[in-house]
């Protein structure tokens, strides 16, 4: 039953999925309809949920004290991207879809998928475990792995006042501003949360459609599997979940903790890359077959870690 939950929780993924093929086929999504869908994730929903998640889920004391849990997933997906980076180098990867390749190799998609399949496998006290993750894995997303997109549609000259400006994306301040409110203990009126929560909730299923319509606009040609997509299907099913053991096996940390962080680890890759893709005209087609190979994928993997898990 464990099982099949958390299966049913993918195959919601690739429905909903689907539901944006179909009506992009239809003619009732265009190319006008998916830009609207980016912006209003990036600018609106994301923040929204960004909010809601934070200021739910984490009080003062548990957001102070996850301190030592943190170090893990932020360390192991930080040296994921490092090693996708090199491998992009080694390899010789298209320089246009370094930056990409490496969010979908590194980063994991934590909350629409990694947050559902956590609960189906270990139950509600699995929740602040897989947000420890969650937030680690935002914040290299925003920072780095938005710079990394960025730099596959324009050159970059080091660190700069206006790369800052760039990388401070609506998400990223919406998450500053959401951990500040928690440390803080600033309560929020029920009007705030509620709507934040409201809004919030149509990030996943308008991330989906959006997915569905570039996968629609894709030539045949392109649903095959590559060199790159090899590579990604690699950083998310073996080489990030083996950091995050090899990391806690320095530490002595509840196995609860250890199991949640290795199978948020080997989740299918950001919705968000995509989007940030189309959003700054880098490789949205790449990185949305990306999302549907991987999601596919976890229908086998993710049974796989829980036998191997125990």
């Known amino acids: 039953m464990v099982l099949l939950n958390a299966v049913q929780s993918v195959l919601s993924i690739m429905i909903m999925i689907g539901i ?23 600018y609106v929903t994301l923040p929204a949920m960004m909010l809601a998640n934070l200021v739910n889920f984490f009080d003062r004391d548990q957001f ?23 491998s992009s180098r080694v390899f010789r990867f298209p320089e246009e879809k370094k930056g990409v390749y490496s969010c979908l190799f590194a980063l994991s998609n934590t909350i629409f998928v990694g947050l559902p399949v956590n609960v189906a496998l270990f139950g509600e006290e699995s929740i602040p475990y897989a947000l420890i993750y969650y937030v680690a894995n935002t914040l290299i997303f925003w920072t780095m792995g ?14 700069t006042l206006q790369m800052f400006r760039n990388v401070l994306t609506p998400p990223l301040i919406a998450f500053f501003l959401s951990a500040l409110l928690v440390v803080m203990a600033v309560p929020l009126p029920r009007v705030i949360m509620d709507t934040s929560s409201t809004v919030g909730r149509m990030t996943t299923p308008l991330s989906l459609f959006f997915v569905g319509i570039v996968m629609y606009s894709m030539p045949l040609s392109r649903f095959r599997m590559n060199r790159l997509l090899v590579g990604v299907l690699i950083g998310r099913y073996l080489i ?25 680890a080997a989740m299918p890759v950001m919705t968000q890359s995509v989007i940030v893709a189309q959003t700054y005209g880098a490789d949205d087609q790449f990185a949305a ?19 191997i898990l125990g």
């Open 20 to 42: 944006g093929y179909v009506l992009t086929h239809k003619q009732w999504f265009d190319a006008q309809t998916s830009s609207l869908f980016s912006r209003l994730i990036i």
């Open 240 to 264: 990030t979940p083996a950091l995050v053991l090899f990391i806690m096996s320095f530490f002595s940390f509840p196995p609860l903790m250890r199991n949640v962080f290795v199978v948020q």
């Open 146 to 159: 938005v710079y990394g997109i960025r730099r596959d549609v324009r050159e970059t000259n080091g660190l």
């Open 289 to 307: 077959l990306g999302a549907v190979v991987t999601t596919l994928a976890s229908l086998v993997v993710i049974p796989a870690y829980v036998i």
């Open 64 to 86: 102070m004290m996850m301190g030592a849990g943190f170090f893990v997933p932020l360390t192991a997906i930080f040296a994921a991207y490092g090693l996708a980076q090199l």
